[in-house]
């Protein structure tokens, strides 16, 4: 009888950055969410940040779920609200770097309000919005994503709203770093991922997935292949291109890159300015108390 | 502890209520709050933001009410002492982060100026018609605690208490002033800081290996953390285990609810407070907090002129209730005689712990003005016939 030679076993190199003991996670087969997780992982390893300086925030919905799944400090917070609770974290304590991980429907429907005021006064805030057109975790309504004419459970016969062009929302807003990707572009993902934990300010990147189960099934688009070779074939990488011009309508070609990468003060360096050139020698910055 | 002197105007002032409820929470130590705009509570928050920027902490005024009481949540477990501070409407956008805080236990403090309602309302005259809302106004099972002061200086007495009760039992606890007592100026007097006692955060000293962010201690209080420590933690709104992680069964909804609202249940004899007046040889008893209560005190003056046997008995915290006083109180007394600035609301839990013994009459107003303290003797001669 022969032995077989010993092998060590093979280590997913992101597994250190997840929670293993939450495994099996909630997401289905085919969906993106699991993709968009592996880059930020990656991008953790990459950027070699003091991961104990890094928290991680989410609102509700499949994405919401990120959150749970990152060693991390991490916060689950309620629907739409994780931006101002990032915001309230992060003027608390400067030294963090604070990521919301969210959806297209939490942070743009119900949250929308909260995202263009911290894009508004730049918060130093990383956003990574994993779009999919529609309302995952409650069985597939319209979102303000969904593009005009595909079907959700609210618009049984299309959707006839036109859909928020999140680049364009997020840079008139005010972003300082704004990129979109589609999840089949795993390492400008990364890279964009990177970049946004280097930039100062608040970071937007929008993240195309698919929702094999709730969207892409009732909108006969096949499955989450399909939807892989749709990436490859229609998006058209365009760094710099002018945001107004980069809307996604259904079945269309998908404009993809970075297009505004700029600098400007950040909240927290606004106020700390604002208030000693105010207040002189009386001001005592946050944190001396 | 005691209180860090950055933050405490010792020295007797005259402010009104709003002016004095910010400097007690910054005698608390508060160094973080967010806020939105709104009659009668704004003056709060524009003392805040003038005086923090000079103590160490800020001030940011959020997009809304939903934005301002979820930034505090933030601040909170990054370990900053936090509050909000609003009025009616803003209240009800605030519940569902009451809710959020009783859920992850973080210690916070939302500050309420009530003012006439339903919806707008009346948003620069009194009313007291948030009481029941304070209690039950976000959804599912959970315990506050609510303080409601009758002057400026309660406005800053109790505003120590209230961030001394959300460190000590980890909740949100809920400040009902109404518009007159935030708007009335009085005398104020801020002792020195070695005179305030502060309850400090419950800061875990174990290692993070074994640290569990839900477990709790002997008094059914977890032990807290703060981001940034390398604790790695997990905070969640969803029913969740020791670790903090989701748990979806019925089992891990009955372990964490029951010891949110026994957390507060079980301490309810240590946490409730009231003041009494002419109560030891009393038939009646008027029941009254807030402004109402000094309302009452001339009624009750104007009673005891007459030879009715009546006192006083005002709630300081109001939630939870002092239900066990009531109880005995009943056993002795002909009648209670509930005023309070809305169509019936206290009135319901001195009815039931009552609870037949005694005869309970609500002098009740809509809001907009004070009662007249006659309308209130009016009741008094009647129940004590």
């Not at chain 2, 074994?210 to 477990?215: A, L, N, R």
């Not at chain 2, 013994?357 to 209130?376: C, F, I, N, S, Y």
């Amino acid at each position: 009888m022969s032995t077989l030679p010993m092998v060590e076993p093979a280590i997913n190199p992101v597994e250190p950055f997840l929670r293993t003991d939450r495994m099996p996670h909630i997401w289905c087969p085919g969906c993106g969410i699991g993709t968009t997780v592996n880059c930020f992982a990656r991008a953790l390893v990459e950027s070699k940040l003091n991961l104990d300086k890094v928290a991680i925030v989410s609102g509700i919905g499949c994405t919401g779920r990120v959150a749970g799944y990152m060693r991390l400090d991490s916060f689950h917070t309620t629907h739409g609200r994780a931006i101002p609770f990032a915001t309230g974290l992060k003027l608390a304590n400067p030294e963090l770097s604070v990521v919301v991980y969210s959806g297209d429907g939490d942070l743009i429907a119900i949250g929308g309000n909260h995202f263009i005021h911290a894009a508004r006064r730049n918060v130093d805030l990383k956003i990574i919005c994993v779009n999919n057109f529609i309302y995952g975790m409650t069985g597939g309504q319209v979102a303000p994503t969904t593009p005009v004419g595909a079907t959700a459970t609210t618009t049984p016969y299309g959707c006839f709203e036109r859909p928020f062009n999140l680049p364009y929302l997020a840079e008139s807003s005010g972003a300082v770093y704004v990129a979109r990707w589609t999840c089949f572009h795993v390492r400008h993902i990364t890279r964009a991922m990177v970049e946004a934990f280097n930039k100062k300010g608040f970071s937007f990147i929008e993240i195309i997935t698919p929702c094999p189960t709730l969207y892409l099934r009732r909108n006969k688009l096949g499955d989450s292949l399909d939807t892989m070779r749709y990436y490859k074939q229609k998006s058209v990488i365009k760094n710099g291109a002018n945001t107004k011009e980069v809307e996604i309508a259904l079945g269309g070609e998908i404009i993809c890159g970075k297009f505004v990468d700029i600098d400007r003060p950040t909240l927290g360096q606004s106020m700390h300015m604002q208030l000693s050139k105010s207040l002189g020698a009386r001001y005592v910055a946050p944190g001396g108390r | 502890m005691k209180a860090n002197p950055a933050g405490v105007l010792t020295g007797a002032h005259f402010l009104d209520g709003d002016q004095a409820c910010c400097e007690g929470a910054l005698a608390a130590g508060a160094n973080f709050a967010a806020g939105y705009p709104i009659t009668p509570s704004t003056e709060v928050v524009e003392r805040f933001a003038a005086r923090i920027p000079t103590v160490g902490g800020l001030f940011i005024q959020m997009e809304d009410e939903l934005a301002s009481s979820i930034a505090i949540l933030g601040a909170a477990w990054a370990g900053k002492k936090v509050f909000t501070v609003t009025s009616g409407p803003g209240f009800s956008l605030m519940m569902e982060h009451i809710g959020l805080a009783a859920m992850t236990e973080t210690p916070c403090v939302f500050v309420d100026v009530q003012r006439g309602g339903p919806s707008t309302g009346l948003p620069t005259l009194p009313g007291q018609a948030d009481m029941m809302q304070a209690r039950w106004g976000s959804h599912g099972d959970y315990e506050t605690i609510a303080l409601c002061p009758n002057s400026p200086q309660e406005c800053f007495d109790l505003m120590i208490d209230a961030f001394n009760l959300a460190e000590q039992y980890r909740l949100p606890v809920l400040f009902m002033m109404d518009e007159c007592v935030g708007h009335m100026t009085e005398k104020v007097v801020i002792p020195p800081a070695d005179g305030i006692e502060i309850f400090p955060r419950r800061f875990t000293s174990l290692p993070p290996s074994e640290y569990k962010p839900f477990k709790p201690g002997a008094d059914g209080v977890p032990e807290m953390v703060k981001a940034g420590d390398g604790y790695r933690f997990h905070i969640t709104g969803l029913t969740h285990d020791e670790q903090g992680y989701p748990a979806m069964n019925w089992r891990e909804q009955e372990k964490l609810v029951r010891r949110l609202v026994e957390k507060v249940r079980k301490n309810t004899d240590k946490i409730v407070r009231y003041e009494e007046r002419d109560i030891e040889d009393a038939e009646v008893v008027v029941v009254a907090y807030g402004i109402t209560s000094r309302v009452a005190l001339r009624a009750i003056q104007m009673a005891r002129e007459e030879g009715i046997r009546v006192g006083l008995l005002r709630p300081i915290v109001v939630w939870p209730f002092p239900e066990k006083h009531i109880r005995e109180l009943s056993e002795k007394v002909k009648a209670f005689v509930v005023v309070e600035m809305n169509y019936g609301q206290m009135v319901y839990e001195v009815e039931r712990c009552a609870a037949g013994k005694a005869r309970t009459e609500l002098v009740d107003h809509g809001g907009g003005t004070v009662h007249e303290p006659e309308d209130v003797l009016k009741a008094i001669r009647e129940v004590a016939r």
